[in-house]
């Protein structure tokens, strides 16, 4: 025994001297720790200044039962009660009870209000017992933030977010995730707690050990007024054709910027909101939008010219094995109208004609264009385009008639964009752009600029030509129905069927995508535009102009305005021929009558005043309108300040 008590007192002596420190901090770590504070978050902006996003800090307000002293709790409790009732609508005597109640059962983290707003964070902290602090009256403050968005489901995905789980793993969308660790998260506070059991934690005093700095603000390109046109256009269309999602993307010519970007999905309910950003992550056959490039690159590469015929006979035609068909026989036509009328046939057959031989002519130029390569955007997730050549597995001998027509590869609806923004910007290949500026306050910390991809595509001889065609294809070609008299469109409708590997399946369920792309005004653009609806109801129509066109077609007319030209002022320096007249009369009347009462009957009164008081005369008017008597009769002598009435 007298051993097994030394072995004891040596331990604890070993524990207390030699351990000690080593268990002290070991128990403090556990009891007391600095628990991250999350710093505000950036506010997003759009190009005016209007709050796309912020971060809203939220309050829960909680009491420490048995803090507060037997004395201190006795005074103040009715008083805290009758004030909590007043906040909340729940009686005094309930809240008295709960609050007892939580004080007998040692309760060091009991609810008062949760999840409210800075404000009535301000006025709960200033309840009785509540106003005297941690330490006194076992006040307990938590602050979290709830990211909002203004402008509700438009661009929320576009907008985007930043959201962990609880494994700490990241999902990063839109604007707001991409350049959320950079520039908006901020950097974290950190705050003393206690543990107090349960897993919960206490704040030991009512400040923060380290504040928590903010994110900077983000200045984007959108304009909100457009944000709201292209969401409601394409909402309004993927409602009439029951259509299964869609993408609307607006550009600034010159620059660049994007200045709308809507998706939409339809949910199980038959509802649509933002499900993803489909207009930058969706790769897809683009059909026949793709036309435009493969004729652009048979101009460029000069086999063809505009005028070259080709035979698309009565509208099926066998290509090493396979069919290509179109809508219906065009017969011989030019190279021009095969792009106007979008024959399958006719661009298949270009192709093919020219580049069967040497394959990589032809990708090679697409190439040259960037189109094979991502545009390396700011948000995150960019689908990557899908440009076949010879070696790979899905090439063929149909890959170049196929390609012609815009099948056998993939491109985003942002990437088609851009290259039709180049045909409208002269040529040149801008990078899209969704961000102007970052700042913190009114101090800018970066400013973007315009990144140019390719500073010419082509000649001006292929683009000019290129650029009629477009013009053509909206006044006489597959997207007449979009063509207005008053207002100037140019671009190229896309009809391509998707889920199609098993074709007696998709002849159960034929399925389309749905496009247009291009810009306007047509001879000065200023915007380019995209429009992309998948899975249209066939029983309502399929084919790009009617489905994707009009949605174009009213994003650019609401643009500028609901009667586009018909209100346009030429000149500020515009001559009205009656009040010419009239002012050539006063004119005279006034040279003529310099000391000799003038004829003012007939004249409004304001007028007949001016000449009058001109001439040095006092005049007294009685009444408004148009002069009926003069005191003074025409012809007479008259003095200076002598005085005249005029009568209405």
């Not at 097994?4 to 070993?14: D, N």
């Not at 902290?125 to 938590?142: C, D, H, T, Y």
């Not at 489905?547 to 609401?558: L, N, W, Y």
Request: with cysteine; proline share 3%; hydrophobic share 35%.
């Amino acid at each position: 025994m007298f051993v097994f008590a030394l072995a004891v007192v040596f331990k604890l002596c070993s524990i207390q001297f030699i351990q000690g420190d080593e268990y002290r901090s070991l128990a403090k770590e556990r009891t007391i720790r600095n628990i991250e504070i999350p710093a505000n978050r950036g506010n997003v902006y759009s190009a005016d200044g209007s709050l796309l996003a912020t971060s809203i800090p939220k309050y829960d307000i909680r009491i420490d039962a048995i803090q507060p002293k037997q004395e201190v709790f006795n005074e103040y409790i009715k008083a805290l009660a009758d004030s909590l009732q007043a906040y909340s609508g729940v009686s005094s005597n309930t809240y008295q009870q709960n609050i007892k109640k939580a004080r007998r059962n040692k309760n060091r983290y009991f609810l008062l209000a949760r999840n409210i707003s800075y404000s009535d964070y301000i006025r709960l902290r200033n309840f009785p017992m509540l106003e005297l602090g941690a330490i006194k009256g076992g006040l307990i403050v938590e602050q979290t933030t709830r990211r909002e968005h203004p402008m509700g489901g438009i661009a929320e995905r576009s907008i985007g977010y930043e959201r962990f789980d609880e494994d700490g793993n990241v999902t990063r969308a839109g604007i707001d995730g991409a350049f959320g660790a950079k520039y908006l998260r901020g950097e974290n506070g950190k705050r003393l707690k206690q543990k107090i059991g349960n897993g919960q934690w206490k704040p030991i005093v009512d400040y923060n050990q380290q504040e928590p700095k903010d994110g900077y603000d983000v200045y984007t390109t959108i304009d909100v007024n457009i944000q709201d046109i292209a969401h409601h256009s394409l909402l309004g269309q993927l409602e009439k054709y029951d259509a299964d999602h869609g993408c609307a993307v607006v550009m600034d010519v010159k620059t660049g910027e994007i200045k709308a970007i809507t998706n939409l999905a339809k949910t199980d309910n038959g509802n649509y909101y933002e499900k993803r950003n489909y207009a930058v992550w969706e790769s897809h056959e683009p059909g026949s939008t793709f036309k435009v490039m493969a004729l652009m690159a048979a101009l460029e590469d000069k086999v063809i010219d505009t005028s070259t015929i080709v035979d698309t006979q009565n509208g099926s035609k066998r290509f090493y094995g396979r069919t290509i068909r179109d809508s219906r026989g065009y017969g011989k036509i030019s190279a021009a109208r095969a792009l106007e009328l979008s024959s399958n046939i006719g661009l298949a057959s270009i192709i093919d004609e020219h580049y069967s031989k040497q394959p990589k002519k032809f990708i090679n130029r697409i190439k040259s264009w960037n189109l094979h390569d991502t545009l390396g955007v700011s948000i995150m997730g960019e689908g990557r385009p899908i440009i076949p050549e010879p070696g790979d597995k899905i090439w063929s001998k149909n890959a170049l008639p196929s390609m012609a027509y815009g099948y056998n590869m993939a491109m985003t609806p942002l990437q088609t964009l851009t290259f039709y923004n180049a045909i409208a910007n002269d040529g040149e290949m801008i990078k899209p752009r969704f961000l102007k500026a970052v700042k913190e306050f009114s101090q800018e910390i970066e400013v973007f600029e315009k990144e140019v991809i390719n500073q010419k595509i082509c000649s001006d001889k292929t683009l000019n030509e290129i650029r009629e065609i477009l013009k053509n294809v909206v006044i006489r070609g597959t997207g007449r129905r979009m063509y207005s008299e008053n207002f100037s469109m140019a671009g190229k409708t896309g009809t391509a069927r998707t889920d199609y590997n098993d074709y007696e399946e998709w002849l159960k369920d034929r399925k389309y995508v749905s496009s247009f792309a291009g810009y306007f005004p047509a001879d000065n653009p200023k915007y380019s535009c995209i429009v992309v609806i998948h899975q249209p109801s066939t029983k309502v129509g399929f084919y790009g102009a009617d489905v994707s066109g009009p949605v174009f077609k009213r994003i650019a007319q609401k643009i500028y305005t609901e009667t586009p030209l018909i209100d346009e002022v030429e000149s500020l320096e515009v001559v009205d021929a009656k009040v010419e007249t009239e002012y050539q009369a006063f004119f005279k009347t006034a040279q003529t009558y310099i000391t000799i009462m003038p004829d003012v009957i007939g004249l409004p009164t304001m007028d007949a005043l001016a000449l009058l008081e001109n001439m040095g005369l006092k005049v007294k008017l009685e009444g408004v309108g148009t002069v009926k008597s003069q005191s003074i009769n025409k012809g007479v002598k008259v003095k200076s300040n002598q005085i005249v009435v005029l009568k209405t």
